[in-house]
């Protein structure tokens, strides 16, 4: 992949870049941020992420799976007292719950990773370790006939440090 | 992670002037690596406190050897009291842990800003508390190597647990809680982990961090479902946690035993429990502050807030106890009242009074703000909370075995000494797996602590420049952050 990466220690300049790229038809950037800032979310405007999708589906799936343990258990191994009911399911909403939040979180944080491409195996290109510290970094995926003009843009706007990567 | 991002113009005002400014003594973010990084470094004082912690957990596994060798007997039950020491600290440790969720996912969830500092240390304790509790269900086991027949999965055996057994409900909630609380600590780590990762020299420690952060970096891709995600799993451990000191005190109030089998069990164990923690983030907390010399992350005004919510948990705690009385008083049930009397006016009234005393009445300091804006003060009420929950847990369990309906079934308990090691043990054990976090990890979540801090800007916002610069004098200055 090749494309041209900017350094920004000012949060402003960075977001000035981001606006004149996207102005410029740079499609692809990515935003390097040592924490997570609502101005770039904006300023990138990408739909909401699909975790909550992912939450939803496994949660209930697992609500179902948690609920039915102890009912296939009951079932199974049946406990006759007093003409209660072998599989109650007042009680066992305590174990669907727990299953629930089991497979719901589980889920959730697989899809977090899956969406978010992580674990990563390499970070050789377009990528600073100043970014978790204190800089902002703007990488753009462009062919060389363009990295000209998406550095151009980069220093203009204040990049600290602009290169080109492949 | 909190997600709000931008400083606001309209700051809130506490009644603390210099609260306008989250943390006006940071500057910028490399300040916040460098200074929490900078805790990593073992230290003398560190290295003694390890060695003490370990010698504790050999001197409980020693004790646990001798035990299994003896048989529970060892222990000091005697009938009828045939749960003690051990059941009583898994609901101490248990309720140790809620406090952790608590300002981690549902403080978060309110976005409250002082638990931007303290959070990290709260979520590793509720993950050892949990480890902690855990050991103690099958240490109270006469077979303690038989303890996976309580979990339900296809066996030879062909027997299936009980589901509508609180003792497998306990099963479910406790696994359930130590994973996420775990998943929930590990993810708010990974950003954090990176930071480490891109500052580290050394090449094996760096291939370490790299795993572990899972070559996290930092990108608005990356950060976007990680919020999300947060988000989520703060919503799951929310409800999650009541419902664990839920189905604990469901393990007594699904008894007939008087003193137990009560309705009000739930929300006063929960409650109980949040307080409890409150008061073991303190312990940790405010010794930590001095020694890491990071009084300017952990400021006097999230002790004071912090402080407010210990007094609020303590008030309900306080109410649950004088309910449990009311509603025996009310009853009409002979031996609900008789056994109330005997909690605190007889064979157990030394317990009842160091749990009332520390739970209900030192705690009332609080109300001066004086008192819950002094590190000191706080520490020591902290000690106080951390014995009177212990003993409140002890008047549960304890009296009602020991005066059941019948004068054949009314007796006494005394712990042994395999008891006291085995209580000694498990402090060691938490504080081993708690000291060896605080020196691999940062102890405060820098990601996040960066949120809360103005970014450098090439053209500052000049209402904003006003807030942090004129409005209000640096805290160093007024001598804020105290010397304690």
Redo the contacts between chains.
């Keep these: 992949m090749q494309g041209v990466l900017g350094a920004f220690?000012?949060?402003?300049?960075a977001l000035h870049a981001i606006e004149e790229l996207k102005k410029e038809r740079f499609g692809d950037i990515?935003?390097?941020?040592?924490?997570?800032?609502?101005?770039?979310?904006h300023a990138?405007s990408?739909a909401?992420?699909k975790?909550?999708i992912y939450?939803l589906i496994f949660g209930l799936a697992g609500v179902t799976f948690g609920y039915w343990?102890?009912v296939w258990?009951?079932d199974?191994?049946p406990?006759v007292v007093g003409g209660k009911p072998v599989a109650?399911w007042v009680?066992?909403t305590?174990?669907g719950?727990?299953?629930m939040?089991?497979i719901?979180?589980?889920a959730?944080?697989f899809?977090?990773?899956a969406?978010?491409?992580?674990?990563?195996?390499?970070?050789t290109v377009g990528?600073d370790?100043?970014?978790?510290?204190?800089h902002?970094g703007v990488w753009v995926v462009t062919d060389p006939n363009r990295a000209d003009s998406a550095m151009d843009i980069l220093k203009k706007n204040?990049a600290e440090e602009v290169r080109r990567e492949r | 992670m909190a997600t709000t991002a931008a400083p606001s113009r309209t700051v809130e005002r506490p009644n603390i002037p210099s609260a306008a400014v989250r943390f006006p003594a940071i500057k910028d973010y490399e300040q916040v690596d460098r200074e929490i990084a900078g805790t990593l470094r073992p230290t003398l004082g560190w290295f003694a406190a390890l060695g003490i912690a370990i010698l504790c957990m050999l001197i409980g596994a020693t004790t646990w050897t001798y035990q299994i060798h003896e048989g529970l007997g060892a222990a000091g039950y005697q009938p009828p009291v045939m749960w003690g020491v051990y059941i009583i600290t898994f609901v101490f440790w248990v309720g140790i842990g809620h406090a952790g969720t608590l300002i981690s996912a549902i403080l978060y969830l309110f976005r409250a800003g002082f638990r931007t500092s303290i959070y990290r240390l709260s979520e590793a304790m509720t993950v050892f508390a949990v480890m902690t509790a855990g050991l103690f269900p099958i240490l109270h086991l006469g077979r303690p190597w038989k303890f996976f027949f309580l979990i339900p999965y296809p066996n030879w055996r062909l027997i299936w647990p009980n589901p509508k057994s609180p003792l497998v409900w306990d099963v479910f909630a406790i696994l359930t809680y130590l994973t996420i609380s775990s998943t929930f600590l590990y993810i708010g780590l990974i950003p954090d982990i990176a930071i480490l990762r891109d500052r580290e020299k050394n090449p094996v420690r760096k291939a370490i961090l790299a795993t572990l952060s899972l070559g996290w970096r930092n990108s608005d891709r990356e950060w976007r479902h990680f919020t999300r995600a947060y988000l989520f799993l703060a919503a799951f451990a929310t409800p999650l946690v009541l419902s664990v000191h839920s189905v604990v005190s469901f393990d007594f109030a699904m008894a007939l035993t008087p003193g137990w089998h009560a309705t009000i069990f739930p929300p006063y164990f929960v409650a109980g429990a949040i307080f409890s923690g409150i008061g073991m983030v303190f312990t940790i907390a405010i010794p930590l502050r001095k020694a890491f010399k990071l009084e300017h992350y952990i400021t006097l005004n999230d002790l004071d807030a912090a402080s407010k919510l210990c007094l609020f948990t303590s008030m309900v705690v306080g109410l649950a106890y004088l309910t449990e009385f009311q509603v025996a008083w009310m009853s009409g049930n002979r031996f609900e009242q008789d056994y109330f009397w005997n909690r605190v006016f007889g064979q157990w009234a030394w317990a009842a009074w160091i749990m009332l005393i520390c739970n209900m009445v030192l705690p009332l300091s609080l109300f001066s703000q004086k008192l819950r804006r002094n590190p000191t003060w706080l520490f020591i009420l902290s000690l106080f909370i951390n014995l009177g929950m212990w003993f409140e847990r002890f008047v549960i369990v304890v009296p009602s075995l020991s005066h059941e309906f019948e004068p054949w079934q009314w007796g006494s308990y005394k712990p042994t000494w395999v008891d006291y090691g085995i209580l000694l043990g498990s402090f060691g054990w938490f504080f081993m797996w708690f000291l060896l976090f605080i020196k691999q990890l940062p102890a405060m979540a820098m990601s996040e602590i960066k949120e809360v801090i103005p970014p450098r800007m090439k053209h500052p916002d000049p209402q904003l420049e006003h807030e942090l610069d004129v409005g209000y004098p640096h805290p160093s200055e007024t001598g804020e952050y105290g010397t304690a």
């Design positions: 220690h000012e949060i402003d300049s990515t935003v390097f941020t040592p924490t997570p800032r609502h101005e770039f979310e990138m990408h909401p992420s975790v909550r939450t343990i102890p258990i009951s199974y191994w406990l109650s009680p066992y305590i174990l719950f727990e299953v939040v089991l719901g979180g589980l959730t944080v899809a977090m990773f969406l978010s491409r992580v674990p990563r195996l390499t970070m990528y370790p100043r970014f978790s510290g204190g902002f204040g």
